[in-house]
């Protein structure tokens, strides 16, 4: 089978290095440099793949994907574009695009997302009514963000587990919840924290009780998966979880059913599970701490958040972004920050990430009288 494909750019000389690239693998290939050839060229070519630049003479790539789905519905579309932003690649993916890769075009890391691409069978209508959003917690231009950034949109097109893993204060909650907040869920987003309550009590609080099924337990209480309904479920630090706890959880995941403490009846849910950690489920298996099954059973989309020793490049970006919101709580202007100061941030190793970052930057703005930090 020949693939038919479109590219969109108007950089004539990666136009042309793209065209040989593809054409040498067998692909019919056409070539536009603006929105609207392209527009006409897709309707009369039906094209397979689209590569799609963002920045282009007479408009933006990404407000041409609708029109371009519109009228050539079975194209798939990866974007292309010099500009690393989180919340540009959410909305291009939100909006139909089935990747997003930034400029300079590495060949390996094109060749493999339309290798993906190409091979994707549908299985439903993505959604495309959801707004972007700002991502006020979540920023960055790494390459590494901008990976999650994508994972977090395709992650919300379907409700398939998740599994967060990254260091602590890396943000994975603030992922989870962003994944909730685009997936249009009707129920609420529910968390709950396996490290932080104890076996016997949080039995209780994931599955529920029924009265008198414990000192204490004066009236029924309906447990974490009940409350998430319709929604989603966030469970954190799911590598700490008791053995007898993975057992019930993963009857849970299998039969969409819990039974709860004092009750012999299995009452039905619905919840979308994410889970994070900061440890290797597997390896835990490996040595008899976790369950194997279950780790394959959570380990279903996989979303891996850097720590932040590893995209220094976006440090600078946070301290401006973190510094106006402690700022906005205090009911401050957030003042300047002195160059010394972000190169000594840049070169601290930041053990505890983000949320480190984000408490050195409130004690710096609290003690700072005038001027910069």
């Not at 993906?116 to 209508?125: D, I, Q, S």
């Not at 929604?231 to 706890?245: H, R, V």
């Not at 390896?283 to 020793?309: G, N, S």
């Not at 300047?336 to 703005?365: C, S």
């Amino acid at each position: 089978m020949t693939h038919k494909l479109l590219i969109i750019e108007d950089d004539s000389s990666l136009s042309q290095m793209l065209t040989l690239h593809f054409e040498d693998q067998g692909m019919e290939v056409q070539v536009a440099h603006d929105c609207r050839t392209a527009l006409r060229q897709a309707e009369s070519l039906q094209p397979d793949l689209i590569l799609l630049d963002q920045q282009l003479p007479d408009g933006l790539g990404n407000e041409q994907i609708p029109r371009l789905l519109a009228i050539s519905p079975a194209s798939r579309i990866i974007m292309m574009t010099g500009v690393h932003d989180l919340e540009l690649a959410i909305q291009a993916i939100q909006d139909g695009a089935a990747d997003f890769i930034h400029k300079p075009v590495k060949t390996s890391i094109l060749q493999a997302a339309v290798d993906k691409a190409l091979a994707y069978t549908p299985t439903a209508a993505p959604t495309q009514d959801q707004p972007a959003q700002q991502i006020r917690e979540l920023i960055g231009r790494s390459d590494a963000m901008l990976e999650v950034s994508k994972q977090i949109a395709l992650s919300a097109q379907s409700k398939a587990t998740v599994l967060i893993t990254g260091e602590s204060g890396t943000g994975k909650e603030i992922v989870a919840r962003l994944i909730h907040q685009y997936s249009g869920l009707p129920g609420e987003f529910v968390a709950i924290n396996c490290a932080a309550i104890v076996d016997t009590l949080l039995e209780s609080e994931l599955f529920g009780h029924e009265k008198g099924a414990f000192t204490g337990a004066t009236s029924s209480k309906p447990g974490r998966f009940q409350q998430a309904q319709d929604g989603t479920l966030f469970l954190d630090e799911i590598g700490e979880l008791a053995p007898q706890l993975q057992a019930k959880l993963l009857r849970a995941l299998q039969e969409q059913v819990v039974e709860p403490v004092g009750s012999n009846l299995a009452v039905a849910v619905n919840a979308r599970i994410i889970a994070a950690t900061h440890r290797d489920l597997f390896e835990a298996a490996r040595e008899d701490k976790f369950r194997e099954d279950l780790a394959y059973r959570l380990d279903v989309v996989h979303i891996h958040l850097p720590p932040l020793r590893e995209r220094r490049e976006d440090i600078p970006l946070l301290v401006a972004a973190l510094l106006a919101r402690a700022a906005g709580k205090m009911e401050r202007t957030a003042p300047p920050v002195d160059p010394q100061a972000i190169d000594l941030l840049l070169h601290h190793d930041w053990p505890g990430n983000v949320r480190e970052l984000e408490n050195v930057l409130t004690q710096a703005l609290v003690q700072a009288r005038e001027g910069a930090i």
